[in-house]
């Protein structure tokens, strides 16, 4: 029986520690949050974007000029700023305004300012509005900027599909139950569940051929370890040929090219590695799955092919404990608050999977109290 556990262990994680719901998707917080938006009287716009800011004589923020029935046409390689379109309004803002608008992983050209490796040949799990169009507006208004240039890849995209897709879902419990191996030789070359720097890099140093030929790596599991999602996950990346079902090993290996006997070698390895507790080559930790440890030893067996995907963007710009943003000389702009992937700093070099959300959401409550607050203390002067 497939079932979906609450508990799993990400890459970089000691300890099986993150929580997750039936539906992996951050739906589950922001439909809930829109909902009681509007049935306490808000107003949630579309289509509108952010040019710049209005302030006052002191340089607090006391407006916003944006565009209105925005025409957003998305082309990775094309500047945002080129786009002209919508009629151009003004929003006085009582109190603050908080800036949670996102990452900007899917601005090729902004990116690539930053970090030149991240070519547009590399697929993003994001939405195509992830560009730094408003991080920009931020620092033109003289924010200061934290950690740009960490991007993080997730090392559980696929190549046989767009975006973010069903690979990274069917992951978890591959790389956590599975390996990973260089389909060149069968062998594994990291540790499954380090850290997503370290295994995105790993297969990027790996993959390219001395012709030019691209060799993706193949993670498997046995149909245990397939057990640690819901069985209709596995069925979604069946049915869009992205993972791949076996009844043996050497079926497996034929047809990805992987040479049998290295892929058998692997696998026995890992699996008496599994009945000792002790992962002799990349000390990989073991935990049970459904009181037991899997062991790659109960076919069927799926498998998929990885291929690292610009995920998330550390970097942002820099703000204090009380979410209030810092200009380029130490000093707080007045009325401008900001908040999660917007922001740098909070993760480092290597965000955590699963940190990002009590980010948001920590520093989002902070943002949003400290801007009403100040709204209310304008409105008593």
Not at 137 to 164: C, H, Y
């Given at each position: ?8 262990q ?9 929580i ?5 998707s951050?739906g ?6 829109q909902?009681y938006?509007?049935k306490?009287g ?9 040019d710049?800011f ?12 944006v ?13 945002e700023?080129?786009n002209?379109?919508g ?26 300012t ?6 547009a040949?590399?697929d ?12 920009k507006?931020?620092?033109?208004n ?22 973010f ?13 599975g ?16 850290d ?7 297969i ?17 599991c ?10 209709a996950?596995?069925?979604r990346g ?12 050497k ?9 049998y ?8 390895d890992?699996?008496r ?5 002790k992962?002799e080559?990349?000390?990989k ?21 990885a291929l690292p995907?610009?995920?998330h ?8 404990t ?14 401008l608050?900001?908040a ?42």
């Amino acid at each position: 029986m497939y079932y979906r556990d609450a508990l799993g262990q990400f890459g970089g994680h000691s300890v099986p520690r993150t929580i997750w719901p039936e539906i992996n998707s951050g739906g589950k917080i922001t439909i809930p949050l829109q909902e009681y938006i509007m049935k306490s009287g808000g107003t949630i716009r579309t289509r509108v974007v952010l040019d710049d800011f209005v302030r006052d004589d002191n340089g607090k923020i006391i407006g916003a000029k944006v565009r209105e029935n925005y025409d957003f046409i998305f082309d990775p390689l094309k500047n945002e700023d080129d786009n002209k379109s919508g009629i151009v309004k003004f929003y006085k803002i009582n109190g603050g305004v908080v800036m949670a608008t996102g990452d900007f992983a899917y601005d090729v050209n902004f990116r690539q300012t930053v970090d030149p490796k991240l070519t547009a040949d590399l697929d993003c799990t994001n939405h195509y509005g992830a560009t730094a169009y408003a991080l920009k507006t931020m620092i033109r208004n003289g924010a200061d900027t934290v950690d740009l240039k960490w991007i993080q890849l997730g090392p559980w995209g696929s190549p046989d599909e767009k975006g973010f897709g069903i690979a990274p879902v069917f992951a978890i419990p591959a790389f956590s139950y599975g390996v990973m191996v260089d389909a060149r030789t069968g062998k594994r070359f990291v540790n499954e569940l380090a850290d997503r720097k370290i295994r995105s890099d790993a297969i990027l140093k790996m993959h390219k051929n001395l012709d030019g030929s691209i060799t993706h790596p193949v993670v498997i599991c046995d149909s245990i370890g397939a057990q640690g999602t819901t069985k209709a996950n596995v069925q979604r990346g069946i049915d869009k040929k992205v993972i791949r079902v076996f009844d043996t090993l050497k079926e497996l290996a034929d047809f990805y090219k992987i040479p049998y006997e290295g892929l058998k070698k692997t696998v026995d390895d890992y699996t008496r590695y599994s009945k000792n507790g002790k992962d002799e080559e990349f000390d990989k930790p073991f935990f049970k799955f459904n009181d037991m440890i899997p062991d790659l030893t109960k076919p069927p067996f799926c498998a998929w092919q990885a291929l690292p995907k610009v995920h998330h963007t550390m970097g942002g710009v820099k703000i204090d404990t009380e979410a209030r943003v810092i200009d380029k000389n130490g000093n707080i702009i007045e009325g401008l608050f900001s908040a999660a992937e917007a922001v740098g700093g909070p993760h480092g070099a290597s965000r955590l999977g699963s940190c990002a959300i009590p980010d948001c959401l920590v520093f989002g409550r902070i943002a949003g109290k400290n801007a009403a607050n100040l709204a209310k203390k304008e409105k008593k002067c």
